[in-house]
Every structure is written in C-alpha cells, then in structure tokens.
C-alpha cells in the first residue's frame, strides 16, 4: 500500500504512515557524492536559460536571419525572460503554464527588428523563436522530470509547518519523485506529529540554520503553529539563503486572480514563490548604476537653479545655505544628509518632530513645499549615502524610537534610504502615520523592481509640481 493510503486527519488529509522512510521507502535518506550535490544545485540555475539559448539558436538557424541584429534580439529575449521569473526553475515542470509569456517575451523585441528587417521575416523570427524555445523547454522539463524519478538532481527540500498539512505535503513529495524535491524534515513550535515519517529539525526561528546545516535547497512554508507575523520576519531574514522558498496560500482551494505561470505547484496545491530579484546582487547593482547616472543628470541640469537658491538663502539669512543633519541610511549605517536651509531659528532639529511654522522663512516655506530643498541630496546619492528611490532616511533618536514602538519600522532599512519614497508619493510626509509609512516602504522593497522606481520618480515628480505639501517636514 502506497503512502497516500494513510489514515485522514481532522482536516480531511491523510496523515503519514510512520513506518514509511525518509526517502520513499528505500531506507533512512543517504549522504549524497559530491558530484551529486552540485549537479543539483547548478541544473536549477542553468537548465530554462540554457533551454531558452538553444530554442532561440535554433530559431535564428531555422529562418536564416544570422547576424548582429538577430544576436541582439535573442539576447532582449533572453533577458525578458529572465526578468519575468522564467529561468527559475519551478517544482511542477509543466511549460503550457509559461506559453503565453513566452510568446510575449519573443513578441516585445519586435520593434527593434523592424527597422533592419522586412515586418514578414521579423514576424517569422519572433514565431519561431516562441515555438522553439516552448518546444526546448518541454524536452529540457521532460528530461529532468526523468531523471528525478531515478533519483537524480533532486534537491534537499524542507517543509515549515508540521501539521497534517505539512505532512501532507512531504508525504506528497515523497510519493511524487519527479518533482525532484528529497524532504529533509519539518520546522515547527511544539512537539512533532507522531505520525511524521521526517525528524523535526527545530522551530521555525531556526530557518537560516537548518538551511545552512542541511543544503537546502527549497522551502515549502505551510500552516505552521506560530503566527503569521512570526513568520514574516523569519522568511524576510531568509532572503540571502541559497533556497527557494514557496508559500502555501491560506484559501489555496480558491482559485485568484494571480497568472498560472506566477504559481508553482506540488500536485495540484499551489504554491506562490517569494521574490528575489529585487535583493539580489544583480538588482542592487542595477539600482546603483541607475542612481549614478539619473543623479549625476539632475545635478547638472538643476545646478544654475540651485546657485540662485543658495545666493537667496545666504543674502536673507547670512548663514550657510546648505543644512547638514545625521540620518539612518540603512542597516546599521548613517550619513550626513545635505539640505538647503529653511528655518531661520535654531531650535533642535535632531529630537523635535515637527517644525513650528513661525521657525520657517517665506522662501524656506516654499521651498518644503516644492521639496526644492532636498535637491542637494542628489550629491548624496552619487557618494552613495543613499539612493533615488527607497525609504526616507531619519533621524538616529526617532529611528531607534520607532524601532521600538513600531511594527516591522527596522524592515525599512533592508535597502537604502532614498529621497523620495512609496510612502511619500502616498502623501505619508510630514505629521502622518509612521505605522502606515512603514508599511508602503515595506511593500516597495518587496516588490521593488526598476520600473517601480521610474513610477515613484515621475509621481515624485507630478505632486510637486501640482500639489502642496501638508505642512513643514
């Protein structure tokens, strides 16, 4: 009798039989060769896009269109595909799921064809890139689906939650040898279902550990017995492990309205992947050449604008016109941040939180108003202090404060600070909630993505120049 065979729990799922081993049936799991071990772990990164290189290769050969121009659209491809999340490698190796954004990614760089190329041959060069790339993806998916059943390329997999859920689920990957994935054990609060066929390997506080210990390589995250934000800031402290982690919906029996080929699966429960483009190396270089070259234009372009500026403040002032305070930038990093000067007395800038009107000059008031007076941050952004785009850079005493006092506030330094914000495009400046702003910046590093940043800039932008500001900041 076969796992799936077991008595049903409460819920509804059968429970795992105790007696079944660890690796399907075969005795307790064995230490794999070295040679093992890494095959599994460069085949998931290097399977789809070398799928996607000889599908496009086949079709430059197949429609004759060899040269420079061709070689600059399969590479446009090539990278749309990988900014979609299509050279992951999924748990459920069906491509149907993927047709239709690989159609689209073939589809875009269209434009950049016809200029060189009759609209016919471009057509035909983008259909058969499509086809044949889907076509390699199948082959490549068929022959890794073949090799898990024997046991090969499987990767060491982890379930978070051990409940008859989560037993479930390992049951499933047990019984289920072609999605590849070799069950290690579970994380959980509590002692362990007697029932379970896998060790429980500690709670989930000790991802990162566990993880480390045992080499895995994908986490499934269930209903496990802790609470929700728990668990949060657990999977956002997991972010640079060397692991996929997937999610189990709660309502995962209710189809959403999320695209199948966002989704992964394990027979037939859906899973929702965690992103990690936006913290990758790649994502953090990308941002950081963007604000180099986006604020080094700037500065040229508003410095006749900010000459005029500093003569104004220093001629109705006789002070510098240029205002220097300490702010958090980051995790465990500060820097001196440059303003123009807009207040006329002194007062106590570093701990007082708002800003008494009468304190502000005409033009300092205007200038809040335009947000003109953080112009000269953009020398902040190409010493690198800060960014374009990211969470609002405060001061060290509200910053530990609220750190404190605030849920998920410290999350916010997950990716440096910037001169302008989701939060502020939300009108979250000045005396409003800093519960609410923490959450917007949260929401913008987890989803964050260039495109993100081009919207909040050219909002940034809108609101100053059509809407005023709530009061001093």
Wanted: glycine letters at 8%; one cysteine or more; aromatic letters at 6%.
């Amino acid at each position: 009798m076969t796992a799936n065979h077991g008595q049903r729990g409460s819920d509804g799922f059968r429970s795992v039989p105790a007696a079944l081993p660890a690796n399907g049936g075969h005795g307790p799991p064995r230490a794999r060769p070295r040679a093992a071990e890494r095959a599994s772990r460069v085949v998931p990164v290097v399977a789809m896009p070398l799928a996607d290189v000889l599908g496009l290769a086949a079709a430059i050969g197949v429609t004759g269109w060899l040269g420079t121009v061709s070689v600059l659209y399969a590479l446009i491809v090539l990278a749309v595909l990988a900014v979609t999340g299509l050279h992951r490698l999924r748990i459920c190796l069906r491509v149907a799921d993927q047709a239709g954004r690989i159609l689209a990614a073939a589809a875009l760089p269209l434009l950049i064809l016809l200029p060189w190329m009759p609209a016919a041959a471009a057509a035909r060069l983008a259909v058969a890139s499509a086809a044949l790339v889907f076509s390699f993806r199948v082959a490549v998916s068929a022959a890794l689906r073949a090799a898990h059943r024997e046991g090969l390329l499987t990767e060491p997999a982890l379930v978070v939650g051990a409940g008859t859920f989560g037993a479930q689920i390992g049951e499933l990957m047990r019984v289920h040898p072609e999605f590849g994935l070799q069950p290690v054990g579970y994380l959980d609060h509590g002692p362990p279902r007697r029932d379970l066929a896998l060790p429980s390997l500690g709670a989930p506080g000790d991802l990162a550990r566990v993880v480390a210990a045992h080499g895995i390589r994908r986490v499934v995250v269930c209903y496990a017995a802790c609470k929700d934000e728990d668990l949060v800031t657990v999977l956002r402290a997991s972010r640079p492990l060397r692991a996929d982690v997937c999610v189990v919906p709660r309502l995962y029996e209710i189809g959403a309205a999320v695209p199948s080929s966002c989704l992964d699966e394990i027979w037939g429960i859906p899973l929702v992947p965690l992103r990690r483009l936006g913290h990758s190396r790649a994502g953090m270089w990308l941002k950081r050449s963007v604000d180099v070259v986006v604020a080094a234009v700037l500065l040229l372009a508003a410095a006749p604008l900010l000459l005029v500026l500093a003569a104004a403040i220093r001629l109705q002032s006789g002070r510098s016109p240029l205002f220097r305070q300490t702010r958090v930038t980051g995790h465990g990093r500060s820097a001196e941040i440059v303003k123009l000067r807009t207040l006329s007395g002194h007062g106590d800038p570093d701990t007082s939180w708002t800003v008494p009107v009468e304190q502000c000059t005409a033009l300092g008031r205007w200038l809040r108003i335009t947000h003109l007076d953080e112009l000269p941050q953009l020398m902040n952004v190409l010493r690198g202090d800060m960014s374009l785009v990211g969470p609002r850079p405060e001061r060290p005493y509200f910053a530990d404060r609220f750190g404190r006092e605030i849920l998920r506030y410290s999350d916010r330094t997950r990716m440096p600070a910037g001169m302008t914000g989701w939060a502020q495009t939300h009108g979250l400046h000045g005396d409003t909630s800093i519960f609410d702003r923490a959450r917007f910046d949260n929401q913008y590093i987890e989803y964050w993505s260039p495109w993100l940043d081009v919207v909040i800039l050219a909002r940034t932008l809108t609101n100053s120049i059509f809407h005023r500001a709530e009061g001093p900041r």
